[in-house]
């Protein structure tokens, strides 16, 4: 069975400085995405950045960006000049190809200190 | 409104009691999702709708959980003999077709507690 393991429970940052979030997998497919979702206290899961695993070129989306080392099944998080409304609890997933469903990591409570 | 909406927001309810949720997906979204976050956990998938296909039940944790689905748009969680243990937040998510992962919309969840 595939797993997520998020090793870190929380991370703080300050406003305007980086911050990476780490992510392993493990799977023995070859077809598979990565995710990384963000969920602030009003529970809602919004989407950051999204990879798919055959791509070698690493996702990115304005300020979020992602180092994803397939040998390594690692799938880090890099945020760039972070902000206040940055903080939150941050999700790895990993959904196979040809599959629906999503396997979540633990999550990551970010915070942000101004 | 344009995103997935769920509700009651939040629920409180007596063991042994049955509950139900109420989720309705982006409309035009074939596919919709229910997963279960317990507190301070990641995500929990309990069941899959795909159109009008037989729905993939594999993340349901007892038969004391069931879900129904009408065509491609409302679908109800059901649980049955609550325990305590069922305390959590139920979240749903559609996605256009549930094609190649395509990347799933959430709902603000409902918020369940058993005393």
């Known amino acids: 069975a595939q797993t997520v393991t998020q090793s870190q429970p929380e991370m703080s940052v300050q406003e305007a400085e980086t911050v990476t979030l780490s992510c392993t997998y493990d799977t023995s497919e070859s077809d598979y995405y990565l995710f990384w979702y963000k969920q602030p206290p009003s529970r809602q899961m919004i989407l950051v950045i999204r990879q798919e695993a055959y791509k070698q070129q690493n996702a990115t989306e304005n300020r979020f960006s992602v180092n994803f080392q397939k040998a390594a099944k690692s799938f880090s998080l890099k945020i760039s000049d972070s902000q206040l409304g940055d903080a939150a609890m941050y999700f790895c997933a990993y959904g196979r190809g040809g599959s629906e469903k999503l396997v979540f990591g633990k999550g990551t409570k970010l915070t942000v200190n101004p | 409104g344009a995103g997935v909406s769920q509700s009651p927001s939040n629920k409180v309810t007596e063991k042994g009691k049955d509950v139900e949720l109420r989720c309705d997906p982006i409309s035009g979204h074939t596919a919709l999702y229910w997963y279960r976050q317990r507190l301070g956990q990641g995500l929990e998938f309990l069941i899959y709708f795909q159109g009008n296909s037989a729905p993939d039940k594999s993340g349901l944790p007892s038969d004391r959980f069931s879900a129904e689905r009408t065509g491609e748009s409302v679908s109800t969680l059901t649980i049955q003999r609550t325990q305590q243990e069922d305390s959590a937040v139920y979240l749903c998510?559609?996605?256009?077709?549930?094609?190649?992962?395509?990347?799933?919309?959430f709902g603000d969840g409902t918020r369940l507690s058993i005393l």
């Open positions: 998510a559609s996605s256009p077709t549930g094609y190649r992962n395509q990347p799933q919309h």
